[in-house]
């Protein structure tokens, strides 16, 4: 029933920034541990960041610093704050919303750890350049 549409994807030259972001419809927002997750030609999909109902987050290591997720409850979106893109961040980027489960939510090495349900965006390509 949730439904999530990606956009601001694109190609941008290394050293440049993206701001992608993430659409919810369809059930309640607000509560859901929400997430990015990238996968790249060849390669496995990986979160990238996430950030909890309370507003806590996580990274995975090589965005740290340069990557930002943020939330807007009230619009019912979810962004992804994309700085000082390097080609290796090149990638189709998914966006992720993880129904509460019957334990706390945690957010580490930037995934929500919950056993509520998952759903799923179609993505949006980021490509990154020289």
């Known amino acids: 029933q949730v439904q999530l549409v990606e956009s601001g994807g694109g190609s941008v030259q290394a050293g440049g920034s993206l701001r992608l972001s993430c659409a919810v419809s369809?059930?309640?927002?607000?509560?859901?541990?929400m997430g990015w997750f990238r996968q790249a030609p060849g390669k496995e999909r990986e979160g990238v960041a996430s950030i909890a109902s309370d507003g806590s987050t996580s990274y995975e290591d090589s965005v740290k610093g340069r990557f930002i997720v943020s939330r807007d409850n009230a619009e019912s979106t979810l962004y992804l704050q994309m700085n000082s893109l390097e080609p290796e961040d090149s990638a189709m980027y998914y966006c992720?919303?993880?129904?509460?489960?019957?334990?706390?939510?945690?957010?580490?090495?930037?995934?929500?750890?919950?056993?509520?349900?998952?759903?799923w965006g179609k993505g949006t390509l980021v490509t990154v350049s020289s």
């Open positions: 369809g059930d309640t927002y607000s509560s859901y541990c």
């Open positions: 992720a919303a993880h129904r509460p489960g019957s334990w706390r939510v945690r957010v580490v090495g930037g995934i929500c750890l919950t056993d509520g349900k998952d759903y």
